[in-house]
T-cell receptor
């Protein structure tokens, strides 16, 4: 059974810091992994999608990497800003199904 | 263009009543997903539609839950004889292409329906 874990559960950093959020999954049979952010009381916004054949994706200050063999993905946020404060979720798509398994998220707070 | 919309935004109901939750995906998106987010828990996959068919409904928690999609567009999630444990935020997402489409799977989420069963 695929399990997705995110560490840390919560993180508070001063503005300007570079930070790394971690996502681990138990079954390497995934066909993609997505990172999302969720603002309080709102739906999810897709940030990056990494196909299983890719190693990383970049969008602006965000960079996500994927290492299937070790069952890990990281989301790197450069020069963090207060507007980055949100809950960040990763989701692994299980090969051979249409199902996405979500982690429980990392609650990020960037202090001005 | 409009994003994914869901209605109602909030629903309070009494135990035992039936509820219907509606999702309007982005126009032209062929894939549609329903998820449930309970307090303190992660998102739980419920069902996936490709067009009007549901090739994966493995996440529906019981036979009280059903969903349909018509015209390749609007979807309705129905919960019969609601129970208190059904209280959660129900999220809908759509994507341009089907799952396994290689690059078209980015999901766009609606704001959710907050369901409270008293």
């Amino acid at each position: 059974k695929q399990e997705v874990t995110q560490i840390p559960a919560a993180l508070s950093v001063p503005e300007g810091e570079n930070l790394v959020l971690n996502c681990s999954f138990t079954d390497s049979a995934i066909y993609n992994l997505q990172w999302f952010r969720q603002d309080p009381g709102k739906g999810l916004t897709s940030l990056l999608l990494i196909q299983s054949s890719q190693r990383e994706q970049t969008s602006g200050r965000l960079n996500a990497s994927l290492d299937k063999s070790s069952g890990r993905s990281t989301l790197y946020i450069a020069a963090s800003q207060p507007g980055d404060s949100a809950t960040y979720l990763c989701a692994a798509a299980i090969t051979g199904t249409y199902k996405y398994i979500f982690g429980t998220g990392t609650r990020l707070k960037v202090l001005a | 263009g409009a994003g994914v919309s869901q209605s109602p935004s909030n629903k309070v109901t009494e135990k035992g009543k039936d509820v219907e939750l509606r999702c309007d995906p982005i126009s032209g998106h062929t894939a549609l997903y329903w998820y449930r987010q309970s307090l303190g828990q992660g998102l739980e996959f419920l069902i996936y539609f490709q067009g009007n068919s549901a090739p994966d409904k493995s996440g529906l928690p019981s036979d009280r839950f059903s969903a349909e999609r018509t015209g390749g567009s609007v979807s309705t999630l129905t919960i019969q004889r609601t129970q208190q444990e059904d209280s959660a935020v129900y999220l809908c997402a759509s994507s341009l292409g089907p799952a396994l489409a290689g690059g078209l799977e980015t999901q766009y989420f609606g704001p959710g329906t907050r369901l409270l069963v008293l």
